[in-house]
């Protein structure tokens, strides 16, 4: 299992990024893929999923401001950030499970700052 993100960045507070994470190594259109972020000295935080029918789920963190998606011909989730907020600053990974394993990716890191 490969999951390999990109994206991420410097923006201004109120702000756009477009996260995407390329994965390899399962059959990704049957799975469900997350989104998670972590701060230095903090625990990680989920924040968004997707089914394999595209369902949606947010945490109330960021409902409303984030959308996720996928491509499931691309092997792609994706992570669209809007009104971008100095907390939202972490480093930001995608995630699956896999015969009952966990995966997650090395991260990218988002930084929001004027």
């Known amino acids: 299992v490969q999951l390999v993100e990109s994206g991420g960045g410097l923006v201004q507070p109120g702000g756009s990024l477009r996260l995407s994470c390329a994965a390899s190594?399962?059959?990704?259109?049957?799975?469900?893929m997350s989104w998670a972020r972590r701060v230095p000295g903090k625990g990680l935080e989920w924040i968004s999923g997707?089914?394999?029918?595209?369902?949606?789920t947010y945490a109330n963190t960021v409902k409303g401001r984030f959308t996720i998606s996928r491509d499931n011909a691309k092997n792609t989730v994706f992570l669209q950030m809007n009104s971008l907020k100095p907390e939202d600053t972490a480093v930001y990974s995608c995630?699956?499970?896999?015969?009952?394993?966990?995966?997650w990716g090395q991260g990218t890191q988002v930084t929001v700052s004027s």
């Open positions: 190594g399962f059959t990704f259109s049957g799975s469900v």
């Open positions: 995630g699956t499970v896999v015969a009952a394993s966990r995966y």
């Open positions: 997707i089914n394999s029918d595209g369902r949606t």
